[in-house]
Every structure is written in structure tokens, then in C-alpha cells.
């Protein structure tokens, strides 16, 4: 097993950054691909970003891409988030998924463990 817990996360203004962290405890996450996905209210959960094992392939949704980047310390058993210039279609609890089992992707149901999430909120 494996327990994800996200930070990071607060009430910006829109054209500021944040970086989110997924940190892991009870398992290393280095055999592990990792996701970032987001889900606001009243919206299905949606891809936000995954990077592979070794973190030399990274994905990143339509929506994100050039603004967002994804990376991993697997000697700190973390995966972040930078988020830069955050818009108010950003608002939504975050969180960050492990699969052990499949590779980077971008589904939802690819990932065996999910974490608790972080609210983001960008204020226009």
C-alpha cells in the first residue's frame, strides 16, 4: 500500500503560480507511475498531467500544456506540480494518483491509489 498526501494547494489571484507536492509514505514511488488529476463541482474528474517512472516522459492535458509542468523526486518519494499562471478554470480540488501496475496515463481508472486532494482556487 501506498498513501498520497497533497499541499500545496490555497486561494490565488489568476496570473499567479503554485506548486503542489503528492508526497508518499509506505511505499517507494520510483516503480510507480504518477498522474495529477483535478475534479471542480459538478464536473467529472479530469487528467491534469502524468509522468513515467523514471520521469523522462511526462503528458500533459490540452488545458495545462506550457503552463503546468510535472516532476519527481523519487529519493524524496514526491511528485510536484508548478502551476504557472494560474486561470479561475483552474479552480478545483487536485489530486495525485501512483499506478504500479501500468504505465503513465492518462485515465483515471489506469491508477491503483489516489490521494485526498488540495483545493486550488483562483480568484479572477
Known amino acids: 500500500q501506498v498513501q498520497l498526501v497533497e499541499s500545496g494547494g490555497g486561494l490565488v489571484q489568476a496570473g499567479v503560480s503554485l506548486r503542489l507536492s503528492c508526497a508518499a509514505s509506505g511505499r517507494t514511488i520510483s516503480r510507480a507511475a504518477m498522474g495529477w488529476f483535478r475534479q471542480a463541482p459538478g464536473k467529472e474528474r479530469e487528467f491534469v498531467a502524468a509522468i513515467s517512472r523514471n520521469g523522462y516522459n511526462t503528458d500533459y492535458a490540452d488545458s495545462v500544456k506550457g503552463r503546468f509542468t510535472i516532476s519527481r523526486d523519487n529519493a524524496k518519494n514526491t511528485v510536484y506540480l508548478q502551476m504557472n499562471s494560474l486561470q479561475p478554470e483552474d479552480t478545483s480540488v487536485y489530486y495525485c494518483?501512483?499506478?504500479?501496475?501500468?504505465?503513465?496515463?492518462?485515465?483515471?481508472?489506469?491508477?491503483?491509489?489516489r490521494g485526498q486532494g488540495t483545493q486550488v482556487t483562483v480568484s479572477s
Open positions: 494518483a501512483a499506478t504500479y501496475t501500468s504505465s503513465y496515463n492518462t485515465l483515471a481508472a489506469g491508477y491503483d491509489y
